[in-house]
């Protein structure tokens, strides 16, 4: 069990209306410590801000979706005035990397996208859909390979008009009405490739209404030195109709890895990350120095013997794992 005496902040990472987000160091006994991110929620703002229930969701949800390519809660747990989430960390940003290299390859294209569809069908195969896929959602792990982000800062109970600041990778769905289903993940799959392989997307306009636009007029253009295969699968996922769109119903989801684009790949040995990935990074360990704080220093608003809870029963169990009955009883969520 991991203690506020066993996590050291090195540095703020984020901040947002009711959280501070830190990366930490955490060393339990006599385990090797390890980095992670750190998200310290106030009780008070979370009830301020009416976002209760989406906090207990979100922690109800990542606890039963773990996966290699996913970023992972470690644990959660709580003191009197905050909550705090431990989750799995990355600084290495998709985005940044396919800014630095220009474009990709399709090799490597294949090796991201793989993962990535890995991901996000084992998601669908849970009932939920990731909704807001861009690569600045996507991480890249110390050992090189994908790391997708999905927490309520940017997927789960996200506010519909968030997906601004990923506009060009925004399905048709979004853009005709506003609605967001697993089909949906599969268009901005289609963005994806096309951003890997191209080094730009291909509804790019100056302003969020033109992308739009240009989204419903689905008017792609392919350079002369895009893949074929890719061409083909970009076509495929990036049609209008979800009803028409591969990936609609649940035998696509084997149809898509068996696209010729994924042509030679075993994806029992994606899973298990036995693929050598096409980049690896120089990482720089920021352990705990003397300017490291613990947490305990930090937030010091533990329980007193005998103290109960000012704020109820809102916060109660958070960090616990419960059966799905309990849960269902307790927030009324659909479970998984």
Same mark, same amino acid.
């Given at each position: ?14 901040? /947002? ?11 339990? /006994? ?5 980095? #992670? ?23 109800? =949800? ?16 709580? &003191? ?5 989430? =431990? ?23 294949? %090796? ?5 569809? !890995? ?7 849970? /009932? ?14 110390? @050992?090189?390979?994908?790391? +997708?982000?999905?927490? $309520? ?8 008009? &968030? ?9 048709? &769905? ?10 949906? @993940? ?7 490739? #096309? ?13 969020? @209404? ?14 002369? %030195? $895009? ?5 083909? !699968?970009?076509?495929?996922?990036? =049609? ?5 769109? +591969? /990936?609609?119903? *649940? ?27 096409? %980049? ?6 920021? *352990? ?6 613990? +947490?305990?220093? !930090?937030?010091?608003?533990? #329980? ?33």
């Amino acid at each position: 069990m991991i203690e506020k005496e066993d996590i050291m902040c090195i540095e703020k990472t984020g901040l /947002g209306p009711f959280w501070e987000e830190f990366l930490v160091f955490i060393e339990v /006994g006599k385990s090797v410590g390890r980095l #992670y991110s750190l998200r310290v929620m106030k009780k008070k703002k979370i009830i301020d801000y009416g976002e209760c229930d989406m906090v207990h969701n979100e922690y109800y =949800v990542r606890s039963r979706i773990r996966h290699p390519f996913l970023i992972n809660t470690i644990c959660g747990f709580q &003191d009197y005035e905050h909550l705090f989430l =431990v989750s799995e960390q990355s600084q290495n940003h998709l985005s940044s990397l396919i800014s630095s290299e220009g474009r990709f390859s399709a090799k490597v294209s294949r %090796f991201y996208m793989a993962e990535i569809l !890995l991901a996000i069908q084992h998601l669908h195969s849970k /009932g939920l859909t990731y909704g807001f896929l861009s690569p600045k959602n996507m991480m890249i792990g110390d @050992d090189g390979h994908i790391k +997708l982000k999905y927490d $309520f800062l940017n997927k789960i109970d996200c506010v519909v008009g &968030d997906i601004e600041h990923n506009i060009e990778y925004a399905s048709m &769905d979004y853009a005709d009405n506003g609605e967001l289903e697993p089909v949906s @993940d599969y268009w901005s799959m289609g963005i994806v490739l #096309y951003h890997m392989l191209g080094g730009i997307t291909p509804f790019a306009a100056p302003d969020m @209404d033109s992308v739009i636009a240009r989204i419903r007029m689905n008017r792609i253009r392919f350079p002369e %030195f $895009f893949d074929k295969h890719a061409r083909d !699968l970009i076509s495929k996922l990036l =049609v209008a109709s979800p009803r028409n769109r +591969l /990936g609609y119903v *649940e035998e696509d989801a084997e149809a898509i890895r068996k696209h010729p684009f994924f042509e030679g790949i075993s994806w029992e040995d994606v899973l298990k990350k036995r693929t050598k990935p096409p %980049f690896l990074f120089n990482i720089t360990r920021k *352990e705990h120095t003397s300017k490291s704080a613990s +947490l305990r220093i !930090l937030y010091t608003t533990d #329980y007193l013997p005998d103290q109960k809870d000012g704020y109820g029963q809102t916060f109660r169990g958070y960090g616990a794992i419960y059966s799905p009955d309990t849960h269902r009883k307790i927030w009324r969520y659909g479970y998984i």
